[in-house]
């Protein structure tokens, strides 16, 4: 998530997704990740970059903390969490739940959550894989 819409993940129709591959929402965040990167190389000036095109100040009202504009990732257990992955409702809503993926919830469909308002056709394609999860787990 590079500045660009959530684009969806596409799979081929006998392929189930695989929940701890994909982020709480649903997503696979790629490799060239340029927040990923920033925060891997823990560097400041494209930590700002992320944090003014990703409108962070604006979204949390979060001023802008080098140590604090991080990302490793929403399931990186053995990392400390930055601004967007503590404020992510729909992070915080699936580990409540127990859930490793929004594709489990039940409530996915009618879920007013930020992301799901910001991105609606992400949340889509979310609900399409959702489908496909819940069709081959009942085989």
């Known amino acids: ?7 969806g993940i596409s799979l081929p129709e006998n392929e189930v997704p695989d929940l701890e591959k994909l982020t709480y929402c649903g997503y696979k965040c790629p490799d060239d990740c340029q927040f990923l990167k920033a925060t891997r ?18 979204r949390f009202g979060v001023k802008f903390d080098p140590e604090e504009i991080i990302c490793w990732g929403c399931k990186a257990k ?13 992070r915080s809503c699936a580990i409540s739940k127990g859930l490793e ?24 394609t979310v609900i399409e894989m959702q489908k496909q999860y819940n069709n081959k787990a009942v085989i």
Request: some cysteine.
């Open 1 to 7: 998530m590079t500045g660009k819409k959530l684009y």
């Open 78 to 90: 053995d990392k400390p969490e930055g601004v967007v992955i503590t404020n992510c409702t729909v």
């Open 41 to 58: 190389e823990n560097n400041t000036e494209q930590k700002q970059e992320v944090y003014k095109l990703w409108q962070i100040e604006e």
């Open 101 to 124: 993926c929004c594709i489990q919830c039940t409530e996915l469909n009618d879920c007013k959550k930020d992301l799901w308002e910001r991105f609606p056709e992400f949340k889509k």
